[in-house]
């Protein structure tokens, strides 16, 4: 029963992984292109960047970029703090 079980579960990973390498794209080809060519037409006149990566990383997702920096800076915190080293005396 138990290897049966393991082969269902093998043979229905295996499906997932067929059906999902059958669904992809070609390569190269992007699925919707209607945001890029704004990003690339109005970043200079609403974000006043020269760089579009700059313009689309700071302004229009800038709160975002500003949540992952505090889950940066909150996981470096728990690492520092887990691995501090106290002055007592050692065993």
């Known amino acids: 029963m138990r290897r049966a079980l393991g082969l269902f579960a093998f043979l229905s990973f295996v499906i997932f992984l067929l059906a999902a390498a059958i669904s992809l794209r070609p ?7 209607e945001m890029d060519t704004y990003f690339i037409e109005h970043a200079q006149e609403e974000a006043s960047a020269n760089n579009v990566v700059t ?10 970029t500003l949540g992952e920096a505090t889950v940066l800076f909150t996981a470096v915190s728990g690492v520092l703090m ?6 007592g005396k050692e065993k």
């Open 27 to 33: 390569f190269g080809e992007p699925p919707h292109a």
């Open 55 to 64: 313009s689309v990383v700071f302004d229009y997702r800038g709160f975002d």
């Open 82 to 87: 887990a691995l501090r080293h106290y002055g």
